[in-house]
């Protein structure tokens, strides 16, 4: 789940190696929803499926759906198809078909833990145009993730993916942002996914402890967007397609330490 940008809170929370460790638990109990959404998202599968299939599996693990109940959010997944870009609302009545592109977005508190990780699915055989921006999206995440080092400035992140995703002649969404992650799912700092150096967190630099869920916002047609009216659903503006990609990641010494994940 992604934040509005805002009015920054100041004070970022380092966490330690053993909070890490469980962050990492979450994390991994994430990626295993992940793993289960690749298999069953097909046409005819609904996302009301979806979500009881996300749910089933962080409870079998001893976690809790991060997103349920969060500002009255009715779901343990975000199922944002096509043009819509986050918050989609799962429904027993929105059925997947050959050509979709869905972002399932997901979160899962494990011992006070919060791990987070969007990804974007085809369903089926997709347009040319749809694999190209998954694609486009994907990569600028782990082009900013390669920025994630300590030292560096945020803004050697946002800088990362902005420019990736622009070169491709995508755009990068701006009013949402990544944000920092631990004992709550939005912490301090926001991490942008462009360039904005008025904004307060964008000189600052990344340290070890710090924990970061980043999550570039890619639109083919336009940056802007805008709310449904079921108060959640965001949609681009121009109703072109949309891709997200999240991970949360550790700041390590020895650099950018991928906590959502199944690999070692
Ligand atoms: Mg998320
Ligand atoms: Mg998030």
């Known amino acids: 789940m992604t934040v ?110 919060h791990g987070d990780s969007a990804w974007t699915y085809a369903v089926g055989e997709v347009s040319e145009e749809a694999r190209r921006l998954m694609a486009v999206t994907r990569e600028a995440l782990f082009a900013g993730i390669e920025q994630v080092r300590v030292g560096r400035r945020l803004m050697d992140y946002s800088r990362a993916v902005q420019e990736y995703v622009e070169s491709h002649g995508f755009f990068v969404v701006r009013l949402y942002t990544g944000h920092g992650i631990g004992r709550a799912m939005h912490e301090p700092p926001e991490v942008l996914n462009y360039v904005n150096p008025m904004h307060p967190d964008s000189k600052r630099r990344f340290v070890p402890g710090m924990t970061v869920a980043l999550e570039p916002m890619v639109n083919v047609g336009t940056w802007q967007t805008r709310t449904l009216s079921d108060g959640w659903t965001v949609v681009t503006a121009d109703g072109s397609l949309s891709a997200h990609f999240e991970h949360t990641v550790a700041v390590t010494e020895d650099g950018p330490y991928i906590l959502t994940t199944l690999e070692d």
């Open 4 to 113: 509005v940008r805002g009015k920054p809170r100041r004070v970022v929370t380092l966490k330690t190696p053993r909070e890490i460790a469980l962050m990492r638990e979450a994390g991994r109990i994430v990626a295993r929803v992940h793993e289960a959404m690749r298999e069953a998202i097909r046409p005819g599968v609904t996302t009301a499926a979806l979500d009881a299939l996300a749910e089933s599996i962080i409870r079998k693990h001893g976690a809790i759906p991060s997103f349920k109940g969060y500002h009255g959010f009715p779901a343990t997944i975000c199922a944002s198809v096509n043009e819509e870009l986050v918050h989609g609302i799962p429904r027993k009545d929105r059925v997947l078909k050959e050509g979709d592109i869905i972002s399932v977005d997901v979160g899962a508190i494990y011992k006070g833990y």
